[in-house]
């Protein structure tokens, strides 16, 4: 929701106040005379444009909702919903965990289960068993008696019985294995490799960590843009009506200017690579052959390409200045091998 907050330390005052989707509702819907140009929470036009939104003035889940169920009236151009509309006529989002909520209490299940296998294998101390055969030799024993053993005291047992200890079984063989296709299941619904997932890469190597992650990347990609789309723009619009109105904290062509005609651009956090001096030489081989641009190599890691270059050109004027040259890269050495015999000693 944007609200304004008078303590904000800027002379802009909007503030953004995150809602639960849980709070979003209306209790009376059933008597409302809305129809069907309304959900659970949302009131839409005849176009299906939202127009406003209810919101409880205390979580469900709070015992002040037994009492009440009053709710604010919200106009839809206060309210950010960010949601994925995945269906035709979609109007609330779910979230992309949901298919693996169950997945989870499997795996909670299964290692309680395994671990309370182990702690009862582990409250026996040991057991007393017999190899001769039912009225043989050994002394008669009452079955399923308790014998107290006290530590570091040695004992006498009973004529033809031995003294065993349970072998715990768990966990199993198939432990690990089960717990790893669960974790790489619960992933696949985020677009997540597994070793983020389980944050461990132990199991990697160089060439599939990088094939897992490009799908990684492009679905992290499609979600920052449309949340640039969805939220950031409306917030960016809603802050320049809100600076428009402060007097000189604006300049005057910004005072003018329409929202669409304003070139902007949304920097997000790059995603390092994991070997530095190959990305350095795709990238220099990639602006070579004119297949990229510098706007798009500095925004894939978060930096603005006309800042950096304004920088770049201080830091060299000032290098001129004080008679520092620039280091020239060193090529690489090749390795020489001795089995070669197209190289002699003179090359």
């Given at each position: 929701m944007?609200v304004a907050n ?9 503030d ?15 008597r409302?005379p809305?129809?069907?140009n309304a959900?659970d929470?949302i ?9 406003e939104y ?12 037994r009492?009440s169920?009053d709710?604010?009236h919200?106009p839809a ?8 509309n995945d269906r035709?006529?979609?109007s ?5 965990i949901t298919p693996?909520?169950?997945?989870f209490?499997q795996l909670?299940?299964?290692?309680l289960a395994?671990i309370a ?5 582990a409250?026996f101390?040991?057991?007393?068993y017999t ?5 043989g030799?050994a002394d008669?024993?009452e079955a ?8 570091r005291?040695a004992?006498?047992l009973p004529?033809?019985?031995r003294l065993?200890q349970?072998?715990a079984?768990?966990?199993?063989t198939g432990?690990?294995e089960f ?6 299941e619960?992933?696949?619904?985020l677009?997540?490799p597994?070793n ?6 132990s199991g990697?190597?160089?060439?599939s960590?990088r094939l ?5 990347y492009k679905?992290?990609?499609?979600d920052?843009?449309?949340m640039?789309?969805v939220?950031l723009?409306?917030?960016l619009r ?7 109105l402060v007097s000189?904290?604006?300049?005057l062509w910004m ?6 005609d ?8 790059g995603?390092e690579?994991?070997?530095p ?10 602006l070579?052959?004119?297949?990229t641009?510098l706007?798009y190599e500095f925004?894939r890691?978060g930096?603005d390409?006309?800042?950096e ?6 830091e060299?004027n000032?290098?001129?200045q004080?008679?520092l040259g620039?280091?020239q890269?060193q090529?690489?050495?090749?390795p020489v ?11």
């Amino acid at each position: 929701m944007l609200v304004a907050n008078p303590k904000l330390d800027s002379p802009v005052k909007l503030d953004l106040r995150l809602i639960e989707a849980d709070q979003v509702a209306t209790p009376d819907l059933s008597r409302q005379p809305m129809g069907a140009n309304a959900v659970d929470g949302i009131v839409f036009d005849a176009q299906g444009n939202p127009i406003e939104y209810h919101v409880l003035k205390n979580h469900p889940g709070d015992q002040l909702m037994r009492y009440s169920l009053d709710y604010d009236h919200i106009p839809a151009a206060a309210m950010l919903h960010y949601f994925r509309n995945d269906r035709p006529g979609q109007s609330r989002g779910i979230p992309e965990i949901t298919p693996a909520l169950p997945l989870f209490a499997q795996l909670r299940r299964y290692t309680l289960a395994v671990i309370a296998a182990a702690e009862t294998a582990a409250d026996f101390a040991a057991v007393l068993y017999t190899d001769a055969p039912a009225n043989g030799e050994a002394d008669p024993v009452e079955a399923m008696d308790l014998v107290e053993l006290e530590r570091r005291m040695a004992t006498v047992l009973p004529g033809g019985w031995r003294l065993g200890q349970i072998q715990a079984q768990q966990p199993s063989t198939g432990f690990a294995e089960f717990k790893k296709e669960i974790l790489n299941e619960i992933a696949r619904c985020l677009n997540m490799p597994f070793n983020v997932a389980c944050g461990n890469s132990s199991g990697y190597n160089y060439a599939s960590g990088r094939l897992d992650h490009q799908t990684y990347y492009k679905s992290i990609r499609v979600d920052q843009d449309h949340m640039g789309i969805v939220v950031l723009d409306r917030i960016l619009r809603a802050w320049l009506d809100e600076a428009i109105l402060v007097s000189e904290l604006l300049p005057l062509w910004m005072r003018t200017i329409a929202f669409r005609d304003l070139d902007h651009q949304w920097f997000w956090d790059g995603q390092e690579h994991v070997d530095p001096a190959k990305e350095a030489n795709a990238q220099a081989t990639r602006l070579q052959n004119h297949t990229t641009t510098l706007a798009y190599e500095f925004a894939r890691q978060g930096r603005d390409w006309e800042s950096e270059l304004r920088q770049r050109a201080k830091e060299m004027n000032l290098m001129q200045q004080l008679g520092l040259g620039l280091a020239q890269p060193q090529p690489a050495a090749v390795p020489v091998t001795k089995d070669d015999p197209s190289e002699t000693e003179e090359e």
